[in-house]
């Protein structure tokens, strides 16, 4: 198992969740082989893709509303040959009383402005004992998040990252924005 490199992306004009944030959001899932996750706001599949190649004897729902974004979701799927995952065209709320898998983690890379009724709904399906995992980059949102996961007695983590790059010949460093990484077990 390998993680992707961000320029092997298709990228398009969608934001997507970047490598070093990536790599640290899928490791606080612990992802097995034969899970099953969803990816809720999967916008270019970065984490959807990853995370099948992480799972290929599980599967992968990545929900996804923008249609540029599932574009380009569609494009990358086909690129990486990952056969596990399912994309679906809806908005979250809206497609969530039709899924009635359980599943070993949940991811959500956006949530339209819905984050509590995602954790408490898309929370329901999640086994015991199991992760999700969210990236913000407002503090409204983290402190939404924490809020709803700590009323539904979640075990409850926030780490936040800052990442700096160099660029070209130089040695100046140029900084992505800071994200943060909110973690939920479920108790």
Request: contains cysteine; proline residues 2%.
């Amino acid at each position: 198992m390998r993680f992707i490199k961000d320029d092997e992306f298709i990228r398009g004009n969608c934001p997507m969740t970047k490598e070093d944030v990536r790599i640290l959001s899928v490791a606080k899932l612990e992802l097995q082989e034969e899970y099953k996750v969803i990816d809720i706001g999967a916008g270019t599949g970065s984490v959807s893709i990853q995370m099948s190649l992480i799972c290929p004897k599980g599967k992968v729902i990545a929900i996804e509303k923008d249609e540029d974004a599932l574009a380009v979701l569609n494009q990358n799927k086909e690129k990486f040959k990952v056969s596990n995952l399912e994309i679906i065209n809806a908005e979250a709320m809206e497609i969530q009383p039709s899924i009635q898998e359980e599943f070993d983690a949940i991811f959500v890379g956006g949530s339209g402005g819905n984050i509590a009724d995602i954790i408490e709904k898309y929370g329901e399906k999640l086994k015991k004992d199991k992760n999700i995992v969210l990236n913000f980059i407002t503090l409204n949102n983290v402190y939404k998040a924490m809020e709803a996961l700590k009323a539904l007695n979640y075990e409850v983590e926030c780490v936040q990252v800052q990442v700096s790059k160099t660029r070209g010949q130089s040695y100046m460093l140029m900084a992505n924005n800071p994200i943060f990484i909110v973690t939920g077990k479920k108790r």
